[in-house]
């Protein structure tokens, strides 16, 4: 009865911490439906993206001089193997998806906004 709990307990414990999670929360629930209602070309500021969205991870300039504002969050599951005794030191990883805003604007203005999903993968560990 002891080991049963226990293993039940651990394997709660595993399945908690395989989880990760980074970047923007802002942008977590989002699809291209709900960005495409809070943003709308040539109407949209950037002080009304900045209250919906909060401040962008990374801007930068287009070679014609708009700005560009990008929003990420990334979520990540480990890979089961990863807990395998000795086999998860040689081989390790994870899954997960990828959610980016990227936002052109054009002076004060949204020129183009677009929202991709992608998947991800990561692997490592000493055998890589």
């Known amino acids: 009865m002891k080991n049963t709990t226990l293993a039940g307990c651990l394997t709660a414990l595993l399945a908690l911490s395989a989880c990760a999670s980074s970047g923007n929360e802002s942008i977590k629930n989002e699809t291209g439906a709900t960005v495409d209602q809070k943003i709308q070309d040539g109407v949209t500021t950037k002080d009304q993206v900045r209250a919906q969205f909060g401040d962008p991870m990374d801007t930068s300039f287009t070679d014609s001089g708009h700005e560009v504002w990008k929003y990420a969050f990334t979520k990540s599951k480990e890979d089961g193997t990863n807990f395998i005794p000795y086999y998860g030191m040689f081989s390790s990883g994870s899954h997960g998806t990828e959610k980016q805003l990227s936002i052109i604007f054009n002076g004060n ?12 993968k990561s692997h490592g560990g000493l055998g890589s």
């Open 109 to 120: 203005k949204v020129w183009h906004h677009s929202l991709s999903n992608s998947a991800v």
